[in-house]
C-alpha cells in the first residue's frame, strides 16, 4: 500500500502507522507487505548464502532498507543502534 510513496506521504496518508513504523523493533508489518522481520531474516540469509562464493570484491546496487540489514548482518549492529545511522539515498558505503 506504501509502495511507490514518499515518508511525507506516507505520513499524511496513514499518521497512525506511520508512527508505529518509525517506532517499531522490527516486527511492524507494511500495510499490504510482509513484516520487517521477515524481511530482515529473508536478506541476511541471501547474504550469507552469498558470502563464501562471492568475488573479493563486490559492488552491491540495493534499496536502504538492503544495505541497512546487511550492514546490521556484516557489522553485528542492532537495530536499535542502528537507527541513529544515517542512510542517505544515493549513498555509498564501503566495507573492508
Known sequence: RWEG????????????LYARWRSS??????????????????VAAAWRALLPQAPARVLLVAHRGVLS???METLAVPLDELR??????G???ILV
Open 84 to 89: 541513529h545511522w544515517r542512510l542517505g539515498l
Open 25 to 42: 523493533d522490527g516486527d511492524f508489518q507494511y500495510p499490504g507487505g510482509e513484516r520487517v522481520s521477515d524481511f530482515r531474516a529473508r
Open 91 to 93: 549513498s555509498l558505503h
Open 69 to 71: 540489514t546487511l550492514l
Open 5 to 16: 510513496l514518499t515518508r511525507e506521504e506516507i505520513e499524511a496518508r496513514d499518521p497512525e
